[in-house]
């Protein structure tokens, strides 16, 4: 399937290649950026709406529908993963679109999310179809939490750390954990201690240890040496494996050069602000996102600004 047949889609992008989940069909389910979480890491920019609580944010049925015509026209995937510019689990209709969707298709489902909501039972109940979750723990203390993950306020770490834990205890498929380490603030052989516990506890199918790919904007996250990565994995255990570098492998990739070029040619026209280009390119913020932060590192374009940043050509084209 081409790049352009795949502009149709509003809320489907990819499959795109993914280390965690091989080739993976995104499905984005949250507007930008509504999330629990505002983390130092994040890639999207700053969490433009703080909340934890779930609202009928993109309609079931358009969903359901494009995975439906997707499948119709012989898309084939490792995965079909529900993911979102923000938090999925904060789309009330996430049960309803799985249920949905496996009716569909043998095609496995995952979930990924930050695991902020795992203590409500609703929640629970909404990925306990998938087949597998992947969720995030970044902190093993309430200081590291409020400090790489920046939560809402209802969201307390006890709650995270006891919802994740209540929820390996009772999800019948995998529970892929992934960690996020950010240097100076969560990498700490305390710090990793205490995750240590907590993992313990939910003892994952797999423990997937991550750092930042590139230093965020504000320069408030950077990545940790490989040297704390592979103590990071002693610490947490044999299980443990290093993913970052990779999570997206698209260097040699024909889709990627196309998408690249096409936004390139949008902004040697004019600058445009994020909503600008997903809006003209009718590609999912997360897919945009990707490439802009790629053409931004190559210093082909330049952002300005973080909540709806705008983009311009640096090639004076
Ligand atoms: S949970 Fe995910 S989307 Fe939300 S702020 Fe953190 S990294 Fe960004």
């Known amino acids: 399937?081409?790049?352009?047949?795949?502009?149709?889609?509003?809320?489907?992008?990819?499959?795109?290649?993914?280390?965690?989940?091989?080739?993976?069909?995104?499905?984005?389910?949250?507007?930008?950026?509504?999330?629990?979480?505002?983390c130092i890491y994040c890639t999207l920019g700053r969490t433009t709406k703080l909340t934890s609580a779930p609202g009928r944010l993109i309609n079931a049925t358009d969903v359901i529908r494009e995975i439906e015509q997707w499948l119709e026209q012989g898309g084939s995937a490792d995965y079909i993963?529900?993911?979102?510019?923000?938090?999925?689990?904060?789309?009330?209709?996430?049960?309803?679109?799985?249920?949905?969707?496996?009716?569909?298709?043998?095609?496995?489902?995952?979930?990924?999310?930050?695991?902020?909501?795992?203590?409500?039972?609703?929640?629970?109940?909404?990925?306990?179809?998938?087949?597998?979750?992947?969720?995030?723990?970044?902190?093993?203390?309430?200081?590291?939490?409020?400090?790489?993950?920046?939560?809402?306020?209802?969201?307390?770490?006890?709650?995270?750390?006891?919802g994740l834990v209540q929820t390996a205890q009772q999800f019948p498929g995998q529970i892929w954990l992934e960690i996020m380490l950010v240097e100076g603030v969560n990498d700490s052989k305390a710090e990793l201690h205490a995750m240590r516990e907590i993992v313990r506890r939910v003892c994952p199918d797999k423990l997937q240890i991550n750092t930042v790919e590139r230093?965020?904007?504000?320069?408030?996250?950077?990545?940790?040496?490989?040297?704390?990565?592979?103590?990071?994995?002693?610490?947490?255990?044999?299980?443990?494996e290093i993913i970052t570098?990779?999570?997206?492998?698209?260097?040699?990739?024909?889709?990627w050069r196309e998408i690249e070029g096409e936004l390139m040619r949008m902004l040697s026209r004019r600058p445009c602000t994020m909503s600008d280009i997903v809006a003209v390119s009718g590609r999912s913020i997360h897919e945009v996102t990707k490439h802009l932060q790629s053409l931004v590192q190559e210093e082909l374009i330049e952002q300005i600004g973080d909540a709806d940043p705008y983009y311009r050509s640096m090639t004076g084209g």
Request: charged fraction near 25%.
């Open 1 to 38: 399937m081409s790049a352009t047949e795949f502009a149709k889609y509003r809320y489907l992008y990819g499959p795109v290649p993914s280390r965690r989940l091989g080739r993976s069909l995104g499905a984005d389910i949250v507007p930008y950026k509504i999330c629990s979480y505002d």
């Open 81 to 162: 993963t529900f993911a979102g510019s923000g938090e999925p689990t904060l789309n009330a209709d996430l049960g309803e679109m799985i249920r949905a969707t496996k009716k569909l298709t043998d095609i496995p489902l995952a979930v990924i999310t930050n695991g902020s909501g795992l203590g409500e039972p609703e929640i629970r109940e909404a990925v306990s179809m998938a087949d597998v979750l992947l969720p995030s723990l970044d902190a093993g203390t309430d200081r590291a939490f409020q400090e790489v993950n920046r939560p809402v306020a209802s969201v307390s770490f006890f709650g995270m750390r006891e």
């Open 215 to 240: 230093p965020s904007k504000s320069g408030d996250a950077r990545r940790v040496p490989d040297e704390t990565l592979l103590r990071a994995c002693e610490i947490l255990g044999n299980s443990a």
């Open 245 to 255: 570098n990779g999570v997206v492998a698209h260097t040699d990739s024909q889709q």
